[in-house]
């Protein structure tokens, strides 16, 4: 008898919908969080929305939605005032807004759902007070991209990164339960209480994340240290929103085998690969941690040495998954933390991914409205062969024809020649090696400060 699978924790996204926010925006951030709740490996059963003016202060939504939302956990409703044991009160100190709901009461759920995904930022104290009405655990936003970072973050670098990021996200949310108002003694010499437990506690992580700043600070040291290493070569980063396509470019610009899953943010270590077939001068492509929406700002942050791939490059490929409805706006995020980052002016290259799945009206609509946009899709070896042919164009753009005498005195220049130009001829003469090479100015400046 064949073993059956786990039942996959079952979660309910919660939803407000605030002013100047389009309905097809909402509808397209549910589902997004829809996907990275799978990615969590949650099933979700339902979702609960409401349009308001504003987040209500106490549980997100008004008292209503908070019935609807402990329907499906199962829990009271109500928001506990005091200690446990005292009073109970809903959340009507809000006004309820129902009138605009962008969705009405569902009927009773078949299923529970044990957690519950909040398509927000929220406060700790509406974090505490959703899961008291609920019963069930509450994740916000951050929380969710912060746990899919933890799960998928494979090398040494990118676990530090997170886990500096988790531990600054969860700083301010240690509060003080029934013995934390306990301090330690002040020791000899002490004057007063010591530190409540909640203070200690904070104090720990606080100490925690510098250590992890430090090691991590080492290992940002020796990748600046390889960065240099490339100085002067040729380097191209493919950039995008989280699961653009990125990786699949990867693997088939270069001929690698990283990792490529139908997931939000597969990867998050930087690979970088030579561009293959071989070109000369070689060129350096890296792949790099996708973006999204409300990234939380602690991960920019801390994975800022990463990004600096992006920095760095000389040549961005802004990959946008064109059969996403909401491409348009993950255009504009990946635009605004490549700005964050300060690689907002560096040249780039905007491709539209994934068109093998869109019909050809839309192609034309989206030629219109992005006349500068490659339309290409990874399956066709064709559009392979097109985005290599135009990387390798940018490159050699400013690239000038000249030639070269290398006496065989200095041989090892016809090397340096062979790695850094294109070499259109050469042949063997008694003065040396002559070589007729096609490459940027400042190559063939340095091959003849060589020459002396």
Known sequence: MSATAPERPRAVLLGVQLPGIPDGEFASSLAELARLAKTLGLEVVGRVVQRRSRLAAAAVVGAGKLAELARWTGGSGVVPTGPPGAGRRAAEDEPEED??????????????ASVVLVDHDVSPSQTRNLARATGAEVLDRSAVILAIFQRHARSREARLQVEIARLSYLAPRLRETGGGKDRQGGGIGGRGAGESAIELDRRKLRDRIAELRAELAAIERESGTRRKRRGGQNTVALVGYTNAGKSSWMRALTGSGVLVEDKLFATLDTTVRALHPASVPRILISDTVGFIKKLPHDLVASFRSTLDEAREAELL????????????AQIEVTR??????????APRLLVLNKIDRVDAAARERLAAEWPDALQLSVRDPADVARLRERILGYFERDMIEDELVVPYAKQRLVGEAHAACRVLAERHEPEGTHLRVRARPEVIARLRAGLG
């Not at 490929?317 to 348009?328: G, K, R, S, T, W």
């Not at 605004?336 to 002016?345: N, T, Y």
């Open 99 to 112: 009138e605009a709901e962008a969705e009405p009461a569902s009927a009773e759920p078949a299923a529970r």
């Open 317 to 328: 490929v802004h990959l946008a998954d064109a059969a996403d409805a909401a491409f348009p």
């Open 336 to 345: 605004q933390v490549l700005a964050e980052i300060g690689a907002g002016d």
